[in-house]
């Protein structure tokens, strides 16, 4: 008995020390700087609208952030193409904002 207890709380502490080591690298909030008004993304309260961290890292969590591809590899998408399509294909389907004044703040 004492021996699955033990077993457990090294689990659970394992899990505590992963969890805090993990959300230190994952913003909470991402502020991204536009001429056409800055859009302030929350990133925490996103990843309850998707199912994983892929749906939007669709290149893996390896592959850094969207801008390091989009924007910098000619071949890629353009940056603002890229945010514009994943964030407003998103929001038309599941009622986020979709007008340029609900992710732009002039
Ligand atoms: C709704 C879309 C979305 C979801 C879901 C999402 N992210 Fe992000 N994440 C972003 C965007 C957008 C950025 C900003 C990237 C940029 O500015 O280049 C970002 C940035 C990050 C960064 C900083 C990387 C960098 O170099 O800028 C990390 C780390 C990260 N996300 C981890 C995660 C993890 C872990 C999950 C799942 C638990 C997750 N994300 C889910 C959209 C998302
Ligand atoms: C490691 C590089 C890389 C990273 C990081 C990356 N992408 Fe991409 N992305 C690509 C490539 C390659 C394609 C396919 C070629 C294309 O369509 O531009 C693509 C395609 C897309 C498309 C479809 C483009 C279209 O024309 O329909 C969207 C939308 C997109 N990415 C959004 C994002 C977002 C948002 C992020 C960050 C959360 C991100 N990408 C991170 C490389 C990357
Ligand atoms: C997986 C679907 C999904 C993706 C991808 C997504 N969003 Fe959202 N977004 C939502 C939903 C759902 C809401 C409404 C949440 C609510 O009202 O509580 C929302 C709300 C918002 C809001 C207004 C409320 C707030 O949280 O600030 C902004 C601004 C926003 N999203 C920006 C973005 C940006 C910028 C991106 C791309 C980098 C993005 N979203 C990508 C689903 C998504
Ligand atoms: C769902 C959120 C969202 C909506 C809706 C949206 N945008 Fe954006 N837009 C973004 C994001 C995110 C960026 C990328 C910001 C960056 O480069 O860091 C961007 C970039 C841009 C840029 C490039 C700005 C620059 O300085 O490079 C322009 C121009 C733009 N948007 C115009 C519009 C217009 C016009 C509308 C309405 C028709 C609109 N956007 C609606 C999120 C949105």
Known sequence: M???RIC???????LILATTAFA???????QMESGEGNVLFHHEEHLVAANDCTDCHHM????GGCRDCHGVDRSVALLKHAFHRQCRNCHIKVSGPTECNGCHIK
Request: charge should be negative.
């Open 24 to 30: 230190a690298e994952v913003p909470i909030t991402v």
């Open 8 to 14: 457990i709380m090294l689990l659970v502490g394992m």
């Open 60 to 63: 893996g969590l390896d592959a």
């Open 2 to 4: 004492t021996q699955v």
